[in-house]
Structure formats: structure tokens, C-alpha cells
């Protein structure tokens, strides 16, 4: 019987990628990009040769929040929105309109069970 792997063991090590070698060294974006933001993929759009990170985030992020994208993708928040902001840039992913002062009472209905519903499948 092979005994437990301890601490001090090479292969026990945890693999730890810094989140700036994610995002090039960059820790902002130029689109303002709220957490609660929701995204759309940008329909005809062609996608370049991504990073795997970045691939990573645009297959999950069609109609879903910036939060729910970090979560989903196991990345901090932070790096999710540089991520996102780049694919924001290259027109790949788009911000769907989220609550303003001219939002009605169905939308912001809709956008509160939207979010319940996805804490409830976390």
C-alpha cells in the first residue's frame, strides 16, 4: 500500500498561476464593466486565437454576470474583467443593458429572479 502523500512531498504541491500572467501584468480594463453586468455573445462575431483563459470565459459567459463568469471559471473577479474587457474590445462579447433610472418594475422584476436563480445553482 502506497503510503499518504505529506506536505513536503513534490508531487503534493498545489500548481499556483499568478492572476497577473492571466492577464499579461494588467489589472484594469478600458469598458466599465460592473460585476452585475450582463453578457451577451456577439452573434457572427469571429473569434481570434484566444489564451486558454480567455477561451475559457467566452464559452461561459453568454448570458451571465461578470460575477457568475468569475465564479464559473474559478478566476478572480479582477481577472475576469480584464479578460472580459478584451473580448469587449475585439467585439466578441457585448453588455447587455442592466438597470438604470428608466428601468421598469418587469425588468428589474426579471433581473432579481434572474440572479436568485443563479445563487440557487452555486
Do not use: F
Not at 20 to 43: I, P
Not at 81 to 109: F, H, M, P, W, Y
Request: charged residues 25%; aromatic residues 2%.
Amino acid at each position: 500500500m502506497t503510503p499518504p502523500l505529506e506536505p513536503e512531498d513534490e508531487a503534493y504541491r498545489p500548481r499556483l498561476i499568478r492572476s497577473y500572467t492571466l492577464t499579461a501584468g494588467r489589472t484594469a480594463t478600458n469598458v466599465d464593466l460592473a460585476m452585475e453586468a450582463t453578457l451577451r455573445l456577439q452573434a457572427g462575431a469571429e473569434a481570434p486565437v484566444l489564451t486558454p483563459s480567455a477561451a475559457q470565459v467566452l464559452e461561459v459567459c453568454d448570458r451571465r454576470s461578470v460575477a457568475e463568469v468569475s465564479a464559473l471559471t474559478k478566476m478572480p473577479i479582477g481577472v475576469t474583467r480584464v479578460l472580459l474587457g478584451d473580448l469587449i474590445e475585439q467585439g466578441l462579447v457585448r453588455i447587455q443593458a442592466t438597470i438604470n433610472d428608466k428601468t421598469s418594475t418587469d425588468e428589474r422584476l426579471e433581473l432579481i429572479e434572474r440572479t436568485l436563480r443563479g445563487l440557487r445553482n452555486y
